[in-house]
């Protein structure tokens, strides 16, 4: 099993800013909206909480133990540009993966699906434009 030491600091900056930045996608797919942003941010931490303590795979329980829920400076602002930036950091998240410990990228994707799932249950349910938004991390995965 793979743990963070398997990993630089920059691939580890790189997977962990996937993972937050697919919550941000979904959680921005209907607009942002402030208060339903917050319970979707709270639902995913509670998903990343609960994955740091339960999920069999050290990978994923080390990057789960070690994400916070902030804002990335680095992603554009225009909702178009936020979600191209978002799809590229995912897919490179992925290959990293899938190259350094191929064997932990089916947990690697059930965590960040996980994440962005947990974002779009959290307020009324999954709704057409979270969908979409999760389709598209999806698809973006190795």
Request: hydrophobic share 45%; net charge negative; proline share 3%.
């Amino acid at each position: 099993m793979a743990t963070k030491s398997d990993f630089t600091a920059e691939q580890w900056s790189s997977m962990a800013f996937a993972v937050e930045d697919s919550m941000m996608l979904v959680s921005v797919a209907n607009g942002p909206h402030f208060f339903e942003s917050m319970g979707e941010a709270t639902a995913s931490a509670r998903y990343m909480a609960d994955q740091a303590k339960t999920n069999d795979s050290t990978l994923v329980r080390d990057l789960a133990t070690g994400l916070g829920m902030h804002r990335d400076k680095t992603l554009p602002r225009d909702l178009d540009a936020m979600e191209s930036a978002v799809l590229a950091r995912v897919a490179e998240a992925s290959k990293i993966v899938a190259d350094v410990a191929p064997d932990e990228l089916p947990a690697f994707k059930t965590f960040l699906l996980g994440v962005a799932n947990a974002a779009a249950q959290a307020k009324n349910g999954v709704d057409e434009n979270e969908q979409a938004a999760i389709d598209k991390i999806e698809g973006a995965l190795v």
